[in-house]
């Protein structure tokens, strides 16, 4: 009986990071690098996005599971946020990866 191996297959792993200035600003650029590179792991930096709408990761790029951070949460807890939001990290990691990161 055989024996199925993540690694038993080498494999190219692709790494990509992309300072975003803001999701909305570069939510599109992210796009076409995922559907012109298509890389394994996508690192985010500078999102600026606050911990309500940190979900965005998984509505926009559904072929890559989100986690990270958001620098927002003080500003956001303790009181309106005023002035231009800033920082922020998200790590998208292609969905069969999953399983071994």
Request: charged letters at 15%.
């Amino acid at each position: 009986m055989a024996i199925s191996n993540v690694f038993s297959q080498p494999r190219c792993l692709k790494i990509v990071s992309f300072n975003m200035h803001g999701f909305n600003q570069g939510s599109t650029a992210v796009a076409e690098l995922i559907r012109t590179i298509s890389p394994n792991v996508f690192l985010v930096p500078e999102h600026w996005l606050t911990p309500t709408i940190l979900h965005k990761f998984n509505d926009y790029f559904p072929d890559y599971f989100a986690f990270g951070f958001t620098a927002m949460s003080k500003q956001v807890e303790s009181s309106v946020l005023r002035g231009r939001p800033f920082g922020g990290l998200v790590n998208l990691v292609k969905n069969d990866l999953r399983n071994v990161t």
